[in-house]
């Protein structure tokens, strides 16, 4: 857990796909380089082996792609990243690339105006003193330096963060040889710039932490585009988009993560939901074009007044804001939508009550700066607007909130509709959240004549609205492709292989029997690691107790008769009673006791040592405070002393009151060193005093001086302390958690004791045939830890033993900022250890040493509790790599390596 990207992500309250995502870049951005000049293979394996989408950067530098749905906050995710990299990595220079005017525009807006709603960076506080610097294509070249001199663009404040933002068309143009006056002219943004020294070009491509991110990504997987591209010579590309295919239809090879609009349908948080509309009973044969159209024109309207109100009366049952919807036609041509237009706004077409509240946007009518100005205020409830018709014009970048139906009339392909146009209207308006109710969240699309290819397109597997799983792999590849394996505990393994026997009998009374045990194993599986807080659970054992199962048995008729009730809960109950004693056993026997605690560091705390003021020095005169007065004709001159009548106060609180302005002196921890110090200072003046001075106001005159004297002395005695591990709240026990491995397709599986094959391999494959294990089914990261497996499972002295999921600990370390996952926890007749195999040139490492010292702590606070209930102590051990072989006894092992 990063603690820049966690406040980030609270700071900007990033939807949990966002979240994802960052998280994402904040692990790649510990493993990759992020120079200028790096090894693209070794840098593309690092991201591969952790996100097997990614085959191919497909650019000259490491790129990594978002596929994130129309409608869920890419913009904001962008946002995120270069704050993310600013704060943690210390990177400046961002370059943004948007793919047309609108949305150029809009980042310009998003990234650098702070009094924007939709302003990316409000709640970052590192940025609120240190505004990012917008420089777009309209105004690079007239960048200078802070001190308004000709200097190298080098020269810039080098705490500046500068976002520079270009749209693809003005880009491409700018990066292209002109003629001017009949001249061939070097591309304009490559030529010298008179304020920077150099062309804005080579001061871009010269950065060494330039990071380009690149907005509706699949408009720049062009062969020019990359080109132009890679001659910036980034450190990292981050790209988002919600069609991750390029201009000839083949499937990015640079996504690591994708949120697809089929998962965000699904998951129902953040679009609307769109439905597709006819009219009953409605039979298009018979019917002219121009009746057709003017039926669905008409159903729309009835739906869009149907829909305004139900927004009212949201808005007035919450005291949210007013939403007004509005309606939006997808014409043939030019030619159509005029005629569209016209009709709409006749007196033919509901009396005429549109006229005026129609917006037309095509080749013909396009003012690109009007336009845009009166299609972002659509969302404004004084925008009389309610309907916008358009020719293919509505593409990135139009991301309103209010536009609730949709009427295609054009003779388009289905899918297309579904899959693009659909895409317009999925934002949602209040909060980007959904409300639950219905007819607010709702998008219709009005298709009567096409409705039953938009049902069908709709329900294709190969459709956008149908694809639930992420980015699709070539063929070639498959072979090589990895595929997800969850391994649950033993104990739920062994319920999973009896419910598979259960589903094989044929005999059905037998089989409900069998299958109402099976259901009262889950059930108690389930609900026993809850009784961990049980003030009379110390130990499994306890779950012995008859009060305790009592409790149990409570816990499970309540989970019986909530939700759907089953028809046969009582006969479920009787058996969960009846298998009690047997399943708590089973229950023991599969796991291992661990104490469950949450092990958290404190603040780094500190403090000043006690010392004595050295004094020599300490020696200043009172000043005077006199009035001159200089005739204007006799030039006159004398002087009136000052009888001031200002009560100057204590000195001593004088001085502390200046001491406790520098940052690292706390009044409250630090009192009475500041007493004192203070007092001594006083002593020295006032024994230096002459006569008609006044200690005070001395005092008072130099308190700047002479505390800062105080604190430089101070300083020299100034301790910080690392923060110590709070004392934890300990459980006795907890649930083995399941493991969610990635392994090869159909060849990842070998049995622990296999070695015929490459170490570097091991990491591949998932290893089978334990008997003394959690699980039946482990990873290894390295030859050490499948050999040390090995040792386990054949050594007596070894009872059980587990290879802990990611979740199963909460061990953090380097300031809460980690989570420390041990490789091992064994358990013997007397003792549990918590294992790490390490290489042996690392054991001394810092990293090492202190997930050891956390590690440790752990295990005395497990001991402490385990002492005072019966149970076994707990170990740390870390054992270097080279003394793991087979015939190693695991004694001999964790004897000489264990830590204290």
Excluded at 110 to 120: A, E, I, L, T, W
Excluded at 687 to 714: C, H, P
Aim: hydrophobic letters at 35%.
């Amino acid at each position: 857990m990063n603690p820049i990207a966690e406040n980030i992500k609270q700071r900007l309250s990033l939807r949990k796909p966002l979240q994802e995502a960052l998280d994402i870049l904040t692990g790649l951005s510990e493993d990759l380089e992020l120079n200028k000049e790096v090894d693209l293979k070794t840098e593309l394996e690092k991201v591969q082996s952790l996100f097997p989408t990614c085959t191919d950067f497909e650019r000259a530098f490491p790129s990594i792609c978002f596929s994130i749905a129309t409608g869920v906050g890419k913009t904001r995710l962008m946002g995120a990243c270069i704050a993310f990299l600013y704060l943690q990595k210390g990177i400046r220079n961002f370059f943004v690339l948007a793919p047309n005017l609108t949305i150029y525009n809009k980042l310009i807006e998003d990234f650098g105006n702070v009094s924007n709603p939709k302003y990316v960076f409000n709640g970052i506080a590192e940025f609120v003193h240190n505004k990012p610097v917008i420089i777009t294509g309209d105004n690079y070249n007239q960048q200078k330096p802070s001190d308004s001199k000709k200097h190298t663009a080098l020269e810039y404040n080098n705490k500046e963060i500068r976002i520079n933002v270009f749209n693809v068309s003005k880009f491409a143009k700018e990066t292209k040889p002109v003629k001017e006056g009949g001249k061939n002219m070097t591309p304009r943004i490559k030529r010298l710039s008179e304020y920077l020294g150099e062309s804005y070009w080579e001061y871009l491509s010269g950065l060494n932490d330039l990071v380009i991110l690149m907005d509706e990504a699949h408009r720049y997987h062009a062969d020019k585009s990359k080109e132009s591209i890679n001659e910036l010579k980034p450190i990292l590309g981050i790209e988002l988009t919600a069609t991750p295919i390029d201009e000839k239809s083949n499937q990015f090879r640079n996504v690591v993560y994708e949120y697809s609009l089929a998962q965000a349908l699904t998951d129902g948080l953040y679009v609307k939901n769109p439905t597709i509309a006819t009219r009953k009973d409605f039979n298009p044969q018979g019917r002219s074009e121009e009746e057709i159209e003017k039926i669905k024109l008409e159903d729309a309207v009835s739906i869009h007044e149907d829909t305004k109100q139900e927004l009212k009366l949201y808005a007035l049952n919450t005291g949210k804001k007013v939403v007004k919807p509005f309606i939006l036609v997808v014409c043939k041509d030019t030619t159509h939508a005029k005629s569209v237009y016209d009709l709409i706004t006749s007196v033919d077409f509901y009396e005429g009550a549109f006229a005026g509240k129609v917006l037309q946007i095509d080749s013909t009518t396009r003012n690109e700066e009007l336009i845009e100005q009166q299609f972002i205020s659509l969302e404004q409830e004084d925008n009389e607007i309610e309907i916008v018709i358009h020719v293919n014009m509505l593409k990135e970048g139009w991301d309103v909130t209010n536009l609730y139906t949709i009427v295609p009339l054009r003779a388009a392909n289905a899918s297309v509709l579904v899959e693009q146009t659909i895409g317009r209207g999925l934002r949602l308006p209040f909060n980007g959240e959904r409300t639950g109710v219905e007819k607010v969240d709702k998008l219709t699309i009005v298709a009567h004549d096409n409705f039953n290819r938009v049902i069908a397109a709709a329900q294709d597997p190969n459709s956008i609205l149908n694809k639930l799983k992420f980015v699709e792999i070539d063929e070639s590849l498959l072979k090589e492709r990895v595929e997800i394996v969850t391994v649950q505990n033993t104990v739920s393994q062994n319920i999973q292989t009896e419910q598979e026997e259960v589903n094989k009998i044929v005999d059905t009374e037998v089989k409900q029997k069998r299958q109402n045990q099976v259901d009262a194993k889950k059930l108690l599986v389930n609900v026993i690691p809850f009784f961990n807080t049980n003030s009379q659970v110390k130990k499994v054992d306890d779950l012995m107790k008859p009060k305790v199962k009592q409790q149990v048995m409570e816990a499970v008729q309540k989970e019986l008769n909530t939700g759907q009730v089953n028809i046969f809960a009582d006969n479920i109950l009787a058996e969960a009673e009846i298998l009690y004693e047997k399943l708590v056993a089973d229950f023991k026997k599969n796991i291992i006791e661990i104490p469950r605690m949450d092990l958290v560091q404190g603040e780094v705390t500190a403090s000043f040592a006690d010392f004595d003021l050295d004094t020599n020095g300490f020696s200043y005169e009172q000043l005077n405070d006199e009035i001159v007065r200089i005739g204007l004709k006799d030039k006159s001159y004398d002087v009136i002393e000052v009888k001031s009548g200002v009560n100057f106060g204590s000195p001593v609180k004088l001085l502390i009151a200046e001491l406790i302005n520098f940052s690292e002196v706390d009044y409250d921890t630090n009192a009475d060193l500041l007493h004192k110090l203070a007092k001594q200072a006083v002593s020295q003046l006032e024994s230096n005093l002459k006569d008609g001075e006044d200690i005070r106001k001395l005092i008072f005159q130099w308190r700047g001086l002479i505390a800062s004297r105080v604190y430089t002395q101070m300083m020299l005695h100034f301790k910080l302390h690392e923060a110590e591990y709070i004392k934890p709240n300990v459980k006795p026990f907890t649930k083995i958690e399941d493991w969610n491995f990635t392994t090869l397709k159909n060849v990842g599986h070998k049995d622990y004791r296999e070695e015929n094959f490459p170490a570097i391999q091991v990491p591949k494959f998932i290893y089978r045939g334990f008997e003394k294990s959690c699980h039946f089914e482990y990873k290894f990261d390295s030859r050490t830890e499948q050999t040390f497996a090995y040792v386990l499972e054949n050594d007596k002295e070894v009872i059980k033993w587990l290879r802990p999921a990611s979740n199963q600990f909460r061990i953090y370390w380097q300031h809460n900022s980690k989570l420390y996952e041990p490789d091992f926890i064994v358990e013997t007749a007397d003792c549990i250890y918590m294992i790490e195999t390490k290489a042996a040139n690392e054991i001394t490492d810092t990293e090492v040493q202190e997930k050891a010292a956390a590690a440790l702590k752990y295990c005395n606070y497990a001991t402490e509790f385990t002492a005072e209930h019966g149970g076994k102590k707990w170990k740390y051990v870390l054992i270097p790599h080279n003394q793991v072989t087979k015939t190693s006894g695991f004694k001999g092992l964790v004897s000489s390596n264990i830590m204290k």
